[in-house]
């Protein structure tokens, strides 16, 4: 059986439909003019928890049976997977587990906690994070949750693409591109309800380590990720590795001043708050303007959560 | 003649839809929750140059003959309102001249001139922009449009309320309040299209001059008032002064803290880039918990014009 399909990617949009928001599609004359082609901004920085991530946390949650739901869920995270897998667990009435570096910001950790998630604290590096997880796995028999080597994470992704596509004919979709979860979901969903629509990933030059997994066929490990796009430092894996390498375009690098200008336009102009890891798809835009001159073009904007404790400090 | 009449709020609602957003309504499930009461977010941040004054702007020039029109627009404005004129003079192809303080930030005189209005300095003063405007004005024969003490500029502010009313009942109303030309036109908005709704007005503890002026029964100047809400500094008019004292149910005061608070929880919550003039609504009910309890409540968020320039520069 074929692990992705037009029919099971419309069926992953059936099921979320009660539990998410099907977010807007937002539209700026000024940042067309400014860019030189038609942009529709898919808005996922409205989506639940303030990020995609909901959709592929809660279908995930949503294709385990009752006897696993009944076991709880679990993943490490110190970003927006967590947030949304502890506020599907909550949704759903069942028990999620977080493990969360001990240095992770204490922001962070109030949200995942808000949502009745019980937090687990590890030490900084990966090995023991995933140690720290692998334990509780063991004791607790919970599912592991992995925030986008998943097929089903990577189905209910999709779903956000679907939804642009059925508003409206682009030629092309630009996505962040960190694990590879979004940008397989938005490639995936393209192929099955779009004809002749172009789809690529966006990476921090910073954390550019799947565009070289993609230019030399093998996935490099992400040492050292040097980027304010906090989102996108993860690395490929096997699952969007191979969805991404058949699927997708290009991928196409943007450095953090870019970035920020990009976020900034946005911010000023729309009224709407989004993440670096969201605004790097419009400074693709301005970086390659003549790949994308007079086209209508999908840019996925991920999400909008960003720490605003010091800008509010400092008008206080 | 009627000054002001339900047929006349209509007519201006028909007039100014070729040339304005109908503006959406959101609402926060967990802001909500905080309020205690089911809040309805008229969100005019996303109207065009980023706040209502948009409406009255253009509703006062539409009502120009076209004699009026061919002699050019003119106003004395160091915020809003000066970009709402310049944007309605492009728009409708004719000439906008904005005075404005020699120290008026750059951002806002760029702004203005981005629109394609001619922009005459003054000394800080409001005499010498007053008079500055004169002068101009005796020469051009343009016509002066006064940002908020103007029957035809409240008819036009009316119709976010309309629009809001026609998608939601809602038991109260809460609009900031500086010079008065938002809160008539809500309040007029509310006695003509909706039964038994209270419209309230919210001011800033630091420029409280309108709440003494409904006290005492007559206009207070605004003297060195001091609030972050840089939309609200004004005095009343008499225009505005008329139908405030007629149509407004009470008037809530709020300080900078709580106006800084609430906006933080509408950017994090809500995604969405408010000013504080905006966020003082849903300060005040924060702090009126008893007078909002259980009900549906309209608040108006007058716009979303910040200087970003800061916060930018600290993340880069």
Request: hydrophobic share 40%; with cysteine.
């Amino acid at each position: 059986m074929e692990k992705y399909s037009k029919e099971k990617l419309r069926q992953a949009r059936e099921k979320l439909k009660p539990y998410i928001h099907e977010t807007p599609v937002l539209q700026s004359r000024l940042i067309n003019e400014q860019a030189g082609c038609e942009l529709f901004f898919k808005c996922e920085n409205f989506q639940k928890a303030g990020a995609f991530k909901m959709r592929g946390a809660m279908h995930k949650v949503l294709s385990l049976t009752k006897e696993e739901r009944a076991k709880g869920i679990a993943t490490h995270s110190s970003g927006n997977f967590g947030q949304a897998l502890a506020l599907t667990a909550q949704i759903l009435g069942i028990q999620a587990t977080i493990v969360m570096p001990k240095d992770a910001p204490q922001v962070k950790k109030d949200a995942v906690a808000a949502y009745g998630a019980i937090i687990i604290e590890s030490e900084p590096s990966p090995q023991s994070r995933e140690e720290t997880l692998a334990e509780f796995i063991k004791k607790s028999q919970a599912t592991e949750c992995h925030p986008y080597n998943d097929t089903q994470v990577i189905l209910g992704n999709s779903t956000a693409t679907q939804e642009l596509l059925e508003l409206h004919h682009v030629d092309d979709i630009i996505a962040p591109l960190g694990g590879g979860g979004l940008l397989s979901g938005t490639a995936l969903a393209a192929k099955y309800f779009s004809s002749n629509t172009q789809v690529y990933g966006a990476e921090p030059v910073g954390a550019d380590d799947a565009f070289r997994s993609i230019r030399d066929g093998k996935i490099y490990p992400s040492i050292k990720p040097n980027t304010i796009a906090d989102g996108l430092r993860t690395a490929l894996g096997t699952e969007t590795f191979a969805v991404i390498q058949k699927e997708v375009k290009d991928i196409l690098l943007v450095d953090d001043e870019d970035i920020l200008k990009a976020m900034k336009l946005i911010w000023e102009r729309m009224k709407i708050i989004v993440e670096p890891s969201s605004a790097i798809t419009l400074a693709a835009v301005f970086k390659n303007p003549e790949l994308f001159k007079g086209r209508k073009v999908g840019l996925i904007l991920s999400g909008g959560n960003v720490d605003l404790n010091g800008y509010f400090k400092s008008i206080l």
